[in-house]
């Protein structure tokens, strides 16, 4: 369950310092697994890989 900060909580952390990000980590979890998905489809985490040992 992803925790997000109301928007007045957020404006106080931000007024006195605090850098938090105000995400929704479920949603955040979606999209990175559609991009995972996505990649193997599609090869580019292959591509990805060869390039970073490279």
Known sequence: MGVVLPDELAW???????NRPNV???RA???AALMGTTAD???TAYFLEAQSEA
């Open 12 to 18: 106080v952390l931000d007024l006195i310092g605090v």
């Open 41 to 43: 489809t599609t090869g």
């Open 24 to 26: 929704n980590e479920a």
């Open 29 to 31: 979890a979606v999209v």
